[in-house]
């Protein structure tokens, strides 16, 4: 079964250092992803990405993030300058919902520790 | 606005009994509603997901969840659990708009008996 795979799986990086996550989704998928679970907490969405462009964005998604889908298949988060609070797990998913009743699939996730 | 409650933090069974984890919505229409489970470390693994027809839904490993229009509820319930199924269960909805974004549930942590 196709499955979404996130890289790294473990991130550790300085404060105010950029930070690059990778997803490469379900090859069939249109509808990206990017979700955050900070330790203990429930997991709260980040971004949606659909036909190229950002479909919605939650308040945490602020001009720090952004989202790219540069070559087809890869599709990134990009934190610019992180945050003591960044650290969290990073849950990228995609699904073709909305064209036939499909759910989400996830990845395995990302876990960014801000040091 | 759309909202998922989990009224359980943490719920503990014995090995082989059943296992009810609860679930409330709120939405203005149909939902359509999915229970995903995560074990340590891992990502979230669908367990089943409700759209429409049949209120009673069976998923993997065995998990089943009943939809109820009038109690706003998708409860997940499974007879016999496994000491494999200790993990986070995860109740979410899906708001039908541009995004069609996932609203979690704050999770309810299963732990199994011996």
């Known amino acids: 079964e196709p499955e979404v795979t996130q890289t790294p799986s473990h991130q550790v990086t300085q404060m105010g250092q950029e930070v690059i996550l990778r997803c490469v989704p379900i090859?069939?998928?249109?509808?990206f992803y990017w979700y955050r679970q900070i330790l203990g907490q429930k997991v709260e969405f980040l971004v949606s990405f659909y036909n190229n462009e950002i479909s919605e964005k939650s308040e945490i998604f602020d001009d720090q993030f952004s989202v790219e889908r540069p070559d087809g298949s890869n599709f990134t988060l990009k934190i610019r300058s992180t945050k003591l609070e960044d650290s969290a797990m990073y849950f990228c998913?995609?699904?073709?919902?909305?064209?036939?009743?499909?759910?989400?699939?996830f990845g395995d996730g990302t876990r960014l520790s801000i040091l | 606005a759309q909202s998922v409650t989990q009224p359980d933090i943490h719920i503990t069974v014995s090995e082989g009994a059943s296992l009810e984890l609860r679930c409330n919505y709120s939405y203005g229409a149909t939902p359509y509603l999915f229970w995903y489970v995560q074990s340590p470390g891992q990502g979230l693994q669908l367990l089943l997901k409700y759209f429409s027809g049949d209120t009673l839904v069976q998923g993997i490993k065995g998990f089943e969840a009943e939809f109820k229009r009038s109690q706003s509820s998708f409860n997940l319930r499974k007879p016999s659990v496994h000491w494999s199924d200790a993990a986070e269960y995860f109740c979410a909805v899906v708001k039908m708009d541009s995004s069609y974004k996932l609203i979690f549930g704050s999770g309810t942590r299963l732990l199994v008996r011996p």
């Open positions: 998913a995609s699904s073709t919902l909305g064209q036939d009743n499909q759910p989400q699939h």
């Open positions: 090859s069939n998928h249109l509808y």
